[in-house]
Structures are given as structure tokens and as C-alpha cells.
């Protein structure tokens, strides 16, 4: 039996933590190497790496994060049972040959997940045309992990977006509840 040493310990622990972190979760949140703010995407994890498909129509946006084939980019997931976040790991960006053998496997993975397509028997057809697909695999230790937390608050404000749904109350909302409750 061999004995391991405490960094190759720490070093299994991190990529076991990093890959059921991405497993159960069905978001992360990625940083491109452009900085700003983490945006969250839907993945699967396929074949050690955080799989995406974005940046066509009808799927999530992916523009703006610089996410381009051998980057590096920042990966946190949180915690299913809590909410918050678990595990922040750096990531290299690979973006398969569409139509090779490793983009069909990935796509297919993502095929399975993909909720409310509207042209789910076509999917692959159209991502190979107009879609990118990434595989985001660990390329380190994380850089945040229980034990190894920031102890400065990191929250950050929302990214300004045009879509609201607060709007003022129309005047006549109150009346028009006090009158349902009568009938």
C-alpha cells in the first residue's frame, strides 16, 4: 500500500468536491479571463469538465465573457443543500470541433438536459450550425473551498438589466381588490 501525501489528499479531495459540486447543481457561475461579473449558465458534467452550449438563438448568451478556446476562466457552484457557495475553481476552455467525436458526446449530454427546446429532435443539427458548445475542465486546485473561504463579504450588486417587473400599483388595484372579497 502506498502512503499519499497530504497535498495529493487535498489535491483528490478538491477534484472530488469540484465534480460533485457540478454534478448536483444545475448552475454555475462563470468568469471569463475579462473579469466582471460571474454570470450564471446551465451545464452538465460530462467527461471531467463543465459542459455549456450558448450564443445562438434560443440559447443562453455566452458573448462578453471571452470564453474562447484555451482561456482561463473561474467556475463556482453552490451547495444543493444550503443555497450557497461551495466550491470556486480556475477552468481551461476547450471548444470541441463541431461534428468530431468528443462535441458529439457532449452534445448529446447536453441534448438530455436540455429542458423546453422547441425543436428537441433537431437540437444537435442546429447547435452545430449556429450554436458554440464548451467544455470547461479544472486546471488546478480550487481557490475557494469549506475551510478556505473568503472572510470579506463577496456579494455583489446585480448586473443592470432593462427588464423590470415593479412597476407603480395602478390606482384603482386597491378598490378593485377590496370588491372581489365582498363577492
Known amino acids: ?3 499519499t501525501t497530504p497535498g495529493a489528499s487535498g489535491a483528490l479531495f478538491g477534484r472530488a468536491l469540484i465534480e460533485e459540486a457540478a454534478k ?3 448552475l454555475v457561475w462563470v468568469r471569463g479571463p475579462r ?12 467527461d471531467g469538465a463543465v459542459c455549456l452550449v450558448g450564443d445562438g438563438p434560443g440559447e443562453q448568451p455566452l458573448e462578453g465573457l471571452g470564453l474562447t478556446d484555451g482561456a482561463a476562466a473561474t467556475v463556482s ?15 481551461r476552455v476547450r471548444v470541441p470541433e463541431p461534428g468530431g467525436e468528443a462535441w458529439t458526446a457532449t ?6 438536459k436540455r429542458l423546453n427546446a422547441p425543436d428537441f429532435e433537431a437540437l444537435v443539427d442546429r447547435w452545430s450550425r449556429e ?12 481557490v475557494e473551498a469549506p475551510g478556505a473561504m473568503p472572510s ?10 432593462p427588464a423590470t417587473t415593479r412597476r407603480p400599483v395602478p390606482a384603482a388595484l386597491p378598490r378593485l381588490l377590496r370588491g372581489k372579497r365582498r363577492a
Do not use: F, N, Q, Y
Open 35 to 46: 473579469g466582471g461579473p460571474a454570470r450564471a449558465l446551465w451545464h452538465v458534467w460530462h
Open 77 to 91: 457552484a453552490r451547495s444543493k443543500d444550503k443555497g450557497g457557495r461551495l466550491v470556486v475553481w480556475p477552468a
Open 131 to 142: 450554436c458554440r458548445i464548451l467544455r470547461l475542465a479544472p486546471d488546478g486546485e480550487p
Open 107 to 112: 452534445a448529446e449530454e447536453l441534448k438530455g
Open 1 to 3: 500500500m502506498t502512503e
Open 24 to 26: 448536483k447543481s444545475a
Open 152 to 161: 470579506a463579504a463577496v456579494a455583489a450588486p446585480p448586473v443592470p438589466t
